[in-house]
């Protein structure tokens, strides 16, 4: 395949309001959350939070210690057994409160994420959304709990299941979704009737501390408990802790090996949401139009920063070019921009200059094994940390840009000839978070999602979520399941009590 580069620099929208996204005073407390109060760290120091757009600093959050850790994890302990014994339809009403505060809350809660993250405000109050389904769904689901029917399988013995609480879980939250992810893991773990110790990404911990200062007087004192710092550090501590009953971490792959190695010492349950290179195989029946549509938004959605966007492209060599010429259209109308910078802003910067240089480290490492920058490739100029929306063509087959985790806004697009040849490719990479198939042939629909190796698999459609159905990977993108009823087992453990009825 042979396509034509059209490579251009692009804009960066910038606000032309100087208005900022935050007045004085909404600003979280910059410090840990301990057994329902606010507290310095025990060091004394702090780490700059950074905006990406601007690279300017936003403030400054307390920098937490293991003693720090220790004293989260003890206020949880503390306060396990009595929430623990606490009815479902009694917690059900507390995840429904937190659910109406996080409502009331609900532009505060966008601008704050927006500003943290450098998101696009629309992406921002899709998280916020999000987030408070996710408390409404776990509010019901508690409720409505099945487990095998109580019955008398062994001759004059009556059993019954009983679900119980796992105890105090530990979590590690990413930077790419704060809020939305802590609501992921918060809500099923406190539905479950565990305590709670979290770690948000010291990148971007304003929205959890936020939320800790929004539900205080929802949650008795200590079973939800925040401290800020760094994963070596403050995720490490977690791991290990022999109170800790789980360590639920969603990150990179080296984060969950780490974790789980440190975990293993206790034997301590572990939950693991990791990295994804969703394949998007499509087939040349499908309908190009609506695959580069859907792809304008499934492979660029939060700047690319999302583990199940849809990055490597598997198309059918026939319609390959076609498909290529409609995706760089689509992709070429994506607004770019700082979050104040307009309503219909899509896309805005990397998190970090750390990963900006690493995005762009991935381009050039592209680009020098053969592929051709189609759109983008590069860079946006000005300040804050933004890369183009880019479409790399001509694509090697086994290029490190088809295997590795690239995480921007960067759409890779290979070629196959037969079905058994897109199913083995698709395949090859060491991820298996999700996938999609384009085909309008339903039988091969069908038979493709269950070849792919990946926890989620669309048909025609990408990165469509929904809080009632599981989200969990494969292989090197971890285990564990979040959102449905499904993560309402995860975090909570199977007892059988068999009682003797013989008389």
């Known amino acids: 395949m042979t396509t034509t580069a059209t490579t251009a620099p692009g804009t960066v929208r910038r606000a032309t309001d100087p208005s900022p996204l935050l007045a004085a005073g909404e600003l979280p407390q910059g410090q840990h959350f301990i057994a329902g109060q606010f507290r310095a760290g025990t060091s004394g120091e702090t780490q700059a939070i950074v905006d990406p757009s601007t690279e300017a600093v936003i403030c400054q959050v307390a920098q ?165 710092g760094l994963g070596p550090v403050i995720g490490a501590r977690l791991a290990e802790h022999p109170k800790v009953d789980m360590i639920a971490l969603t990150g990179s792959v080296n984060s969950g090996r780490a974790v789980a190695r440190a975990a293993a010492e206790t034997v301590k349950r ?54 290529s010429q409609l995706l760089v259209e689509q992709v070429g109308t994506l607004v770019v921009g700082e979050p104040t910078a307009g309503a219909d802003v899509e896309m805005g910067p990397m998190i970090s200059k750390a990963h900006f240089e690493r995005v762009l480290g991935h381009l050039e490492r592209a680009k020098a094994a053969g592929a051709k920058a189609a759109l983008g490739g590069g860079a946006l100029e000005g300040r804050g940390y933004f890369v183009a929306p880019t479409v790399l063509v001509d694509v090697p087959e086994g290029a490190a840009c088809t295997q590795e985790e690239i995480f921007g806004p960067v759409v890779t697009v290979e070629t196959f000839s037969s079905e058994e040849e897109a199913v083995t490719r698709a395949n090859q990479v060491p991820y298996g978070l999700a996938a999609s198939v384009w085909t309008l042939n339903p039988q091969l629909g069908h038979d493709m999602a269950s070849r792919l190796d990946a926890g989620t698999v669309w048909v025609n459609s ?42």
């Open 270 to 323: 572990v939950h693991l949401e990791l990295g994804g290179k969703a394949p998007v195989v499509i087939f040349a029946d499908a309908d190009l139009a609506a695959a580069a549509e859907s792809l304008r938004a499934a492979g660029y959605w939060n700047s690319g920063q999302e583990c199940g966007a849809g990055c490597r492209v598997l198309v059918h060599e026939s319609v390959a070019e076609r498909f």
């Open 462 to 503: 990408h990165l469509v979520l929904a809080n009632e159905m599981p989200w969990s990977g494969f292989k090197s993108s971890g285990y564990g399941r979040d959102l449905s009823a499904y993560a309402l087992d995860d975090y909570s453990r199977t007892k059988h009590v068999m009682h003797n009825k013989a008389r």
């Open 64 to 228: 937490g210690t293991v003693e720090d850790a220790d004293a989260a994890i003890q206020a949880a302990f503390d306060a396990k057994e009595a929430w623990g014994r606490t009815v479902p339809k009694h917690r059900s009403e507390i995840l429904l409160a937190i659910a109406d505060r996080l409502a009331e809350n609900a532009d505060l809660l966008a601008r704050l994420e927006a500003l943290n993250t450098g998101k696009a405000m629309m992406v921002a109050e899709d998280d916020v959304a999000g987030s408070i389904d996710s408390f409404r769904f776990m509010a019901g689901a508690v409720r409505a709990t099945t487990s095998l029917a109580a019955g008398e399988y062994a001759e004059n013995h009556l059993s019954v299941i009983l679900r119980e609480p796992l105890g105090v879980v530990g979590v590690v939250t990413p930077w790419n979704y704060p809020l939305l992810m802590a609501a992921w893991k918060i809500a099923p773990i406190l539905a479950a009737g565990n305590t709670m110790v979290l770690k948000p990404s010291e990148q971007t911990p304003l929205t959890t501390l936020n939320f800790a200062e929004l539900i205080a007087d929802l949650l008795p004192a200590g079973v939800f408990n925040v401290v800020t």
